[in-house]
């Protein structure tokens, strides 16, 4: 079981990589007003959201304590984030603040993930 939960942690934080780094390829674009969407931030973040569920599940069949409120509160970011991606993802240009408030939830997310123990 520790296999299968470490490799879904692999992939959760292969999501992560995809979605901050279209972001942080894009931050000079975002300055400029013509940053976008990008696919594989919109794939970034469905394999955040797959392999998260997974994860949760995986720790409770194997009889771990799953601390809900946190998982709660990336879950809620998470969706925010997918949504806004989502709803961007055909635009040409996207507005800073749309596109700024994806890395900084991606960001809070990591830090969530990291430091609340």
Same mark, same amino acid.
């Given at each position: 079981?520790?296999?299968?939960?470490?490799?879904?942690?692999? &992939? *959760?934080?292969?999501?992560?990589?995809?979605?901050? !780094?279209?972001? @942080?390829?894009?931050?000079? /674009?975002?300055?400029? +007003? =013509?940053?976008?969407?990008?696919?594989?931030? &919109? *794939?970034?973040?469905?394999?955040?959201?797959?392999? !998260?569920?997974? @994860?949760?599940?995986?720790? /409770?069949?194997?009889? +771990? =304590?799953?601390?809900?409120?946190?998982?709660?509160?990336?879950?809620?970011?998470?969706?925010?984030?997918?949504?806004?991606v989502y709803v961007k993802r055909d635009e040409e240009k996207v507005e800073s603040a749309a596109f700024g408030a994806v890395g900084a939830l991606t960001t809070v997310n990591i830090f969530i993930a990291v430091l609340w123990?």
């Amino acid at each position: 079981m520790d296999v299968l939960i470490n490799a879904f942690v692999g &992939l *959760h934080i292969v999501g992560i990589a995809a979605l901050l !780094g279209g972001f @942080l390829s894009q931050m000079k /674009q975002m300055s400029a +007003g =013509a940053a976008r969407m990008t696919p594989g931030m &919109l *794939h970034g973040a469905l394999t955040m959201l797959v392999t !998260g569920v997974a @994860l949760v599940g995986l720790n /409770q069949a194997d009889g +771990g =304590a799953v601390n809900n409120i946190k998982i709660g509160i990336k879950l809620a970011l998470l969706i925010v984030i997918l949504c806004l991606v989502y709803v961007k993802r055909d635009e040409e240009k996207v507005e800073s603040a749309a596109f700024g408030a994806v890395g900084a939830l991606t960001t809070v997310n990591i830090f969530i993930a990291v430091l609340w123990t």
